[in-house]
């Protein structure tokens, strides 16, 4: 017993340790951003080595939310980032429900080639997106942001693996009561996979908010710029002449609402995963 409370504690330290590395490069961005810029054009060190701010200043931040179209930007991508998640449950939770619980045919072919998306890189299929969205003329507003992202394979993937991991005597006891498969999925299975869907609302929020490259294929208006797309345009203008400080304060800002994200909710995600995974 002894040996195996040391042997935690030792993988405990450890962990901290790593997770402490993890964080100095974050601690040390949020530091820059919170120094005067004149400082830092002489030097990006002081005596705590960088990741205490001194001295203290919030220009950075009141500079950067004040460029350009930022609060326009933080709207585009709370629109997509949102939209997003709604419709990847929406799809995620029907499909997973049916290849879990729903005999029908061609389901044991249907289910691989679902999961064979994931092979696939998604950069592979930017040009008949573009192409096929350009003809329609949806370029340069949310539903091309939103819509190449609403079938997830990793989302059908892990609602059907923790509908089936359900029992199928609560089906069969709702079947007998006279419900219908709506009643069925909508009553009884959605609010047991309630942690499932915590866990892929919050991934597929921080994926959507964090993604560049998409937006900055299909948008090319700034007014459509997700914040990521719109902090990148304005970088190179502030590493050349408005200072390191506001490049590091773009990035806090852009990072700092999945942050937060993540820790309201991440107890729900590791719950999501244990039951998932049949714990």
């Known amino acids: 017993m002894a040996g195996g409370r040391g042997a935690r504690r030792v993988w405990t330290l450890v962990l901290v340790l790593l997770a402490l590395v993890w964080l100095i490069p974050i601690v040390w961005m949020a530091s820059l ?15 705590a080595w960088g990741l205490i701010p001194w001295p203290f200043t919030l ?11 930022t609060p326009r930007w933080f709207l585009n991508s709370a629109i997509v980032a949102g939209g997003m998640t709604l419709a990847v449950l929406a799809t995620a939770s029907l499909a997973g429900y049916a290849f879990a619980r729903i005999p029908f045919p061609g389901k044991r072919v249907l289910f691989p080639l679902v999961l064979a ?23 340069n507003g949310y539903l091309a942001l939103i819509a190449p992202r609403v079938a997830v394979p990793i989302g059908v993937f892990l609602m059907t693996q923790f509908f089936r991991g359900i029992p199928t005597y609560l089906d069969e006891a709702a079947a007998l009561d006279g419900a219908d498969r709506w009643v069925i999925f909508t009553r009884i299975m959605l609010p047991l996979a309630r942690p499932a869907m915590t866990t892929l609302a919050i991934l597929t929020f921080l994926y959507a908010w964090n993604d560049y ?7 090319s208006r700034p007014e459509m710029f997700t914040i990521t797309l719109g902090l990148a345009s304005l970088q190179s203008n502030f590493a050349q002449s408005e200072g ?4 590091m304060a773009s990035g806090v800002l852009a990072s700092l609402p999945v942050v937060l994200l993540f820790l309201l909710f991440q107890r729900h995600v590791v719950r999501g995963i244990a039951m998932g995974s049949g714990k």
Do not use: C, K, M
Request: no cysteine.
């Open 244 to 247: 390191l400080g506001r490049v």
């Open 213 to 219: 490259l998409w937006p900055l294929v299909s948008a």
């Open 33 to 47: 951003a919170l120094q005067p810029n004149d400082l830092l054009a002489r030097t990006t060190s002081n005596v």
């Open 59 to 69: 220009d950075n931040l009141a500079f950067v939310l004040g460029s350009g179209l």
């Open 117 to 139: 998306g994931l092979v696939i890189p998604e950069q592979a299929v930017f040009i008949p997106l573009y192409t096929q969205f350009a003809e329609w003329g949806w370029h």
